[in-house]
């Protein structure tokens, strides 16, 4: 299922903590995504930063 997959990916993650922002302007220590036209969702997506919400009233795993 979605959920389980969701799981799985997410204990496999290693979480880093040693990354430092340098700038002090917020602007350029942002990550911005790059957009590009998705025909099926007929709008522009970040195929880089995406998520998936799944509602808690929903999810019965």
């Not at 942002?30 to 099926?40: A, G, L, T, Y």
């Not at 969702?41 to 998520?51: C, G, Q, V, W």
């Amino acid at each position: 299922t979605l959920a389980s997959s969701a799981e799985s990916f997410q204990m496999k993650h290693q979480w880093r903590d040693d990354f430092t922002v340098t700038s002090n302007d917020t602007s350029k220590s942002r990550i911005k995504p790059e957009f590009q036209e998705d025909p099926m969702f007929k709008r522009p997506i970040s195929y880089n930063h995406t998520a998936v919400h799944i509602p808690t009233d929903i999810y019965e795993g």
